[in-house]
């Protein structure tokens, strides 16, 4: 058989199971909730950082003068009475006191030394304390904190009131501890404020932005999958920013949807049933054709003036079945069933069908003259005009050979209560993309004028029967249809099945 190309297309419900597999492959810390965590907390962190270094600075600053200051009293009665001598024993024990190596003031241009230890080493560094700036003191801080703890320092600055400058000799070591237990405390506090304050910041965009947005992106999902469910149109919260507005305008939008999804079911099921029509109604005006061309050959003067008006008037009623159907009904008439002798059946189809090159193809009707099918004579009629039109089509338009024996045979046999009714031709055979799509609508043709309803129609009137058709791929060529078609159950039957049925669940 002729091919056509055939074109798939998802559905909403395909597109919204895609959308949700995306959703659910995206890594756990690609998330949006985690990464807003996880930013937050590095933002206060380093919030924290900040403040740890001009905290450290001032506390080495603060270590420095609390040293000098306790150096003051002692210095200052020592400075009264110049003729105070102390013992090492004492200079010790004022060392030891002050937590200094050595305290010595400057008067007048001259250095007295109050009290030294044995231990005094070369001093590294001088910072003089009224002129120590705050850069001087973040520096040193940081290298104190990394490289100190053998350095030793000499303190100097003035003693109030007088003109007097006392300088404290101390080792770095015990500051270098103080900063390092200073650190870890703040450590301990920033990692507590940060996480409370990542936590409670989270909250609020978690409930300000991220729920809001994860909300309208759940709702997109669940509105792609059901674009015809009212239940899945979003609910707008009542808040005036910018969110609330997105969520009404998203909503609008989603009623606007579907609407227009509606509509357009609505044509779309209004064109599914116009093309129904119009396919079926082709293979009857077929007949009317061929007769009005034979009609249009008479003699009869009358015979000619009527047969063009004859056509015309078929014409206008293929166009008038178009424009007056019923909106948007869809679905088929329900079967009347009774039991039919197929061959006469089959016999009439085969009668009536009259196309151009049917005459080049020999019929067969090797259905058994007593046997019977159980279902609608209109439908199942139908049912065979489709699929023999469908095969003389492709075997007359077929360009592989014209001296190939053209052949269509119909026939049946039952097995139990099942009629099975085979359509084969000696056609092309249907195209593998065919049959991808072969009982699709609008994707299924065969034949290079078709409309793709022949097929879907065959196979909606069919399963309505309860039945099944199907094509058997053979190696022989041709196309091979098969029609499984059951009996209706009687009362007895439908009894007898339904005992069958708890046995075996009993068992």
Not at 145 to 150: C, E
């Amino acid at each position: 058989m002729a091919n056509e190309e055939i074109t798939g297309e998802q559905t909403p419900k395909t597109t919204g199971m895609s959308l949700y597999r995306e959703h659910e492959k995206i890594p756990f810390y690609r998330r949006m909730r985690v990464r807003l965590l996880l930013l937050i907390t590095l933002s206060v962190f380093i919030t924290e950082i900040m403040v740890f270094m001009p905290s450290i600075a001032s506390m080495q600053e603060s270590w420095l003068e609390d040293h000098h200051q306790s150096a003051k009293a002692i210095s200052m009665i020592l400075a009264s009475s110049p003729e105070i001598t102390l013992s090492p024993n004492l200079q010790k024990n004022v060392l030891t006191a002050t937590d200094a190596l050595a305290i010595s003031i400057v008067r007048n241009g001259e250095k007295i030394n109050l009290a030294t230890s044995p231990d005094l080493k070369q001093v590294n560094e001088t910072i003089n304390l009224p002129d120590y700036s705050e850069t001087k003191a973040l520096l040193d801080s940081l290298t104190t904190l990394y490289f100190g703890g053998n350095n030793i320092l000499l303190l100097r600055g003035p003693i109030e009131g007088t003109n007097i400058i006392l300088e404290v000799t101390v080792a770095d070591a015990k500051l270098r501890q103080a900063m390092i237990d200073f650190s870890w405390h703040f450590v301990v506090i920033s990692l507590t404020i940060a996480i409370v304050a990542a936590t409670t910041i989270y909250l609020i965009v978690h409930e300000l932005l991220v729920r809001p947005l994860q909300s309208i992106y759940t709702n997109m999902l669940d509105f792609v999958m059901e674009p015809h469910n009212p239940s899945k149109i979003l609910v707008p919260e009542p808040r005036r920013d910018e969110l609330g507005m997105t969520q009404k305008r998203i909503s609008v939008i989603e009623s606007e949807l579907q609407k227009s999804y509606a509509h357009q079911k609505h044509l779309a099921n209004l064109g599914l049933a116009v093309s129904k029509i119009n396919h079926d109604m082709r293979n009857i005006l077929a007949s009317a054709q061929l007769m009005s061309d034979h009609l249009a050959t008479a003699k009869d003067p009358m015979v000619k003036k009527i047969a063009p008006k004859l056509i015309r008037a078929i014409d206008r009623a293929v166009t008038y079945s178009q424009t007056v159907i019923t909106y948007g009904r869809t679905q088929e008439e329900a079967p009347k069933r009774k039991k039919l002798l197929l061959h006469s059946l089959v016999a009439d189809v085969l009668e009536s069908l009259t196309l151009p090159g049917s005459d080049q193809v020999e019929f067969v009707n090797d259905i058994p003259v007593d046997m019977t099918v159980d279902a609608d004579e209109e439908q199942l009629h139908r049912v065979l005009t489709n699929l023999c039109r469908n095969a003389v089509q492709a075997m007359v338009e077929r360009e592989d050979g014209e001296n190939l024996q053209n052949k269509l045979t119909i026939s049946g046999h039952r097995i139990d209560n099942m009629a099975i009714i085979d359509v084969i031709d000696t056609g092309p055979g249907v195209p593998a993309k065919a049959k991808e799509h072969l009982f699709s609508p609008f994707q299924g043709s065969t034949s290079r004028n078709g409309s793709g309803l022949g097929l879907t129609i065959c196979e909606e009137l069919i399963h309505a029967l309860g039945g099944t058709i199907s094509l058997i791929d053979e190696d022989s060529g041709g196309a091979h249809f098969e029609i499984r078609v059951p009996d209706l159950p009687s009362h007895g039957d439908e009894r007898q099945r339904s005992e069958k049925t708890h046995q075996r669940n009993d068992a």
